[in-house]
């Protein structure tokens, strides 16, 4: 999943993330909160409307990007007060709120507010922390159930199914009505996915795991990695979480990771993944290739001609240059960083279509012939 944060994929504009395949993004529930803020967002018919993506979308709880605040947030068993980045103000995250904040926003996938814990932690912290991410998911969980009815598309798409009108194209436009069906199926809200905490402690990942699959969410994320642990721990946490969570409800990996890093874990059964990586590093010139890792503002690629990854088909690698591409980052040109950005989402969706490929040919050689 490519991440929205501000409701826009930065620098890459949604037609563009239609024609490079992208299925679903996310968006970053403290940051729309903050600005331009969760009611202003409904009040518009939600997030799909407001920022015209038709597809699917996942919004965050806001836990994570609170638990970055350090300083600027204190925890307490009821949620976490906070200072807003921008201007300082006070805020009070509960489960419940972050429910609220997300209904309103609409996305498709909500999240159970948690707690992230940091690394390294203590067994005692890991546990003090595991206990709060618990509690909370509870709460999420009650309160979404109770209000999910309140997300602003429902309404217009149970209308616009029971009239059994087929889906039209979903594309909304200033002053354009929402004039089609979301959704497969009539009277669907959203999903609520569960947050497996609990450190760098496997049996503490096993218990947390158990614990939210008795609870019966939607979808399963394992949180919490990729916060400053060596990689192998990241792979050790995935491998013994993965397991406990239902191979038939989705199973989704927060904030990894690098190209070789998503392929290995969506073969080990991961299904969802969403990294900032390929938007963020592109923006600092950093360029994934089937070549390895390539930075653009090198010297030498101040007149080579080629392509920026010769195996790659991308809009950006059929039409322009290394030599060009350095150019615009030299210069600091805004076309740098849309160029970059689509060429390293196009190389990130590219892994993720070969491996869906080669799982579908292997489940095929499985099946036996008629
Ligand atoms: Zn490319």
């Known amino acids: 999943m490519p991440v929205g944060t501000q409701g826009t994929v930065k620098a890459v504009p949604q037609d563009t993330l239609e024609s490079l395949g992208a299925q679903i993004i ?25 920022i015209s993506w038709p597809h699917a979308l996942l919004t965050d709880s806001g836990g994570f990007q609170v638990f970055s605040l350090n300083e ?50 203590d067994r005692a912290r890991a546990e003090e922390s595991l206990r709060l991410t618990m509690a909370w998911a509870r709460r999420s969980l009650d309160h979404f159930r109770a209000h999910r009815h309140e997300v602003p598309w429902h309404e217009q798409e149970f209308l ?4 059994g009108v087929p889906p039209v194209p979903r594309i909304w436009g200033p ?14 809200t959203q999903s609520l996915f ?14 947390c795991a158990e614990r939210l699959v008795e609870m019966d969410f939607d979808g399963y994320a394992i949180g919490g990695l990729s916060v400053g642990e060596p990689r192998e721990l990241t792979l050790e946490m995935i491998a013994e979480t993965l397991p406990r969570l ?64 010769p195996a790659c088909d991308c809009m950006v690698c059929r039409r322009y240059s290394r030599a060009y591409l350095r150019h ?8 740098s960083g849309t160029l970059n950005s689509i060429h390293n989402l196009a190389y990130y969706l590219g892994i993720m279509l070969r491996v869906r490929d ?13």
Do not use: W
């Open 328 to 335: 615009l980052m030299h210069t600091s040109e805004a076309l």
């Open 175 to 188: 002053g354009r009505p929402l004039t089609s069906t979301y959704g497969p199926s009539a009277g669907r």
């Open 160 to 163: 616009q199914n029971n009239d």
């Open 194 to 207: 569960g947050i497996v905490q609990g450190g760098m402690y496997a049996d503490l990942r096993r218990q």
């Open 246 to 309: 239902p191979k038939d409800k989705p199973r989704y990996v927060m904030g990894v990771g690098y190209p070789d890093e998503i392929e290995q874990y969506a073969r080990m059964g991961v299904d969802m993944m969403d990294c900032v990586l390929p938007t963020r590093a592109a923006r600092h010139g950093l360029l994934f290739t089937s070549e390895g890792r390539l930075n653009i503002k090198n010297k030498q690629y101040a007149e080579d001609q080629g392509p920026p990854d």
């Open 26 to 50: 996310l968006g970053n529930t403290y940051h729309l909160y903050l600005r331009p803020g969760h009611e202003a967002i409904r009040r518009m018919g939600g997030l799909h409307k407001f």
């Open 358 to 370: 080669s799982l579908a040919t292997e489940i095929q050689s499985l099946t036996p012939d008629p």
């Open 72 to 121: 600027l947030r204190k925890v307490s068993d009821d949620g976490v007060h906070f200072r807003s980045h921008l201007d300082g103000s006070s805020h009070f995250f509960t489960p419940q709120h972050s429910i609220d904040v997300q209904i309103a926003l609409g996305a498709d996938i909500c999240m159970a507010f948690d707690e992230c814990t940091e690394y390294p932690a």
